[in-house]
Nanobody, 121 residues
Framework: QVQLVESGGGLVQAGGSLRLSCAAS????????MAWFRQAPGKEREFVAA????????YYTNSVKGRFTISRDNAKNTLYLEVTSLKPEDTALYYC??????????????WGQGTQVAVSS
């Protein structure tokens, strides 16, 4: 089992940036593909980005391409999401997850508790 704890969320103005982190403990972090999801108020949770266990390949939902960057540091057991050029519609609770495979529709295995991102216009 993998335990995941997100951090780095906050309130920012439109156009601003944040760096979300997801610290992992438990079973070997580097053996899992990882992903970020988000859930806006009143909406279903949606896929944001995924990365392979090695970090060699990344996948993004269309609405964040060119603005968000997923990365990982296996030596530090940490997953990151750099979010830039933020828009009010990016406001959501952001979750990291260990997933069965990286791709545009990954199957989550383990979830973190989420970190809130709020973007003001």
């Amino acid at each position: 089992q993998v335990q995941l704890v997100e951090s780095g969320g906050g309130l920012v103005q439109a156009g601003g940036s944040l760096r979300l982190s997801c610290a992992a403990s438990g079973r070997t972090f580097s053996s899992y593909a990882m992903a970020w999801f988000r859930q806006a108020p009143g909406k279903e949770r949606e896929f944001v980005a995924a990365i392979t266990w090695s970090g060699s390949y990344t996948y993004y939902t269309n609405s964040v391409k060119g603005r968000f960057t997923i990365s990982r540091d296996n030596a530090k057991n940490t997953l990151y999401l750099e979010v830039t050029s933020l828009k009010p519609e990016d406001t959501a609770l952001y979750y990291c997850a260990a997933v069965a495979e990286a791709g545009p529709n990954p199957r989550p295995l383990y979830w973190g508790q989420g970190t809130q991102v709020a973007v003001s216009s």
